[in-house]
């Protein structure tokens, strides 16, 4: 049983890098991007995270609302 409990934590720890891995190299594409390249693919360079993070993701992380 707790070889299982902590096989779960360790798979759940995995899945959870790994999304934020990807979330973190879209950002930075993102912020790499001129202000102008920006607007021609419809986005400001404040709602970069906006886009990229849940609403539940920005909470869990001291966000605002």
Same mark, same amino acid.
């Given at each position: 049983?707790?070889? *299982?409990?902590? =096989?779960? +934590?360790?798979?759940?720890?995995?899945?959870?890098? $790994?999304?934020?891995? $990807?979330?973190? /190299?879209?950002? #930075?594409? *993102?912020?790499?991007?001129? /202000?102008? /390249?920006?607007?021609? +693919?419809?986005?400001?360079?404040?709602? +970069?995270?906006? *886009?990229?993070? #849940? =609403?539940? /993701?920005?909470?869990?992380?001291?966000?605002?609302?």
């Amino acid at each position: 049983m707790k070889k *299982l409990l902590k =096989e779960n +934590i360790i798979v759940r720890y995995w899945k959870y890098m $790994k999304t934020w891995r $990807k979330h973190r /190299d879209t950002i #930075k594409q *993102l912020n790499s991007l001129s /202000d102008k /390249d920006l607007w021609d +693919i419809g986005i400001s360079r404040w709602q +970069i995270d906006e *886009l990229i993070f #849940k =609403e539940e /993701d920005r909470m869990k992380r001291g966000g605002r609302e």
